[in-house]
């Protein structure tokens, strides 16, 4: 699958589709309604998939919230996820702004 998105990183409808399916997720995850996922959310979504290592969760918010407030935008949720599924590097082993 991410081959196949990497191919159409560049198409308009590829784009839109990413972006809607991640503000449908984005939706989901802000319990609280306020634009932002605070740490509690965004680690309440991984778990809720089975990923309960707290410290995978606080390295990706971290490394998403690019300006350092404490809290992700939905532009900084869209970026770090696209950039996973769309990156143009071959070699890359990024997820959510985490390399391994």
């Known amino acids: 699958m991410i081959e196949s998105m990497k191919t159409q ?3 308009p409808a590829m ?3 990413i972006r809607d399916m991640l503000l449908s997720l984005f939706d989901a995850i802000d319990l609280n309604n306020d634009s932002y996922l605070n740490f509690g959310e965004f680690r309440r979504a991984f778990e809720s ?3 309960v290592e707290s410290g995978f969760a606080r390295a990706a918010f971290d490394q998403i919230d690019v ?3 404490k809290k992700l935008s939905l532009d900084e949720y869209i970026k770090a996820f696209t950039d996973y599924l769309c990156s143009d590097d071959e070699n890359t082993t990024a997820m959510f702004g985490l390399l391994f």
């Open 67 to 69: 300006n350092h407030d």
């Open 15 to 17: 784009k839109k589709a």
């Open 9 to 11: 990183r560049d198409d």
């Open 49 to 51: 998939v089975g990923i």
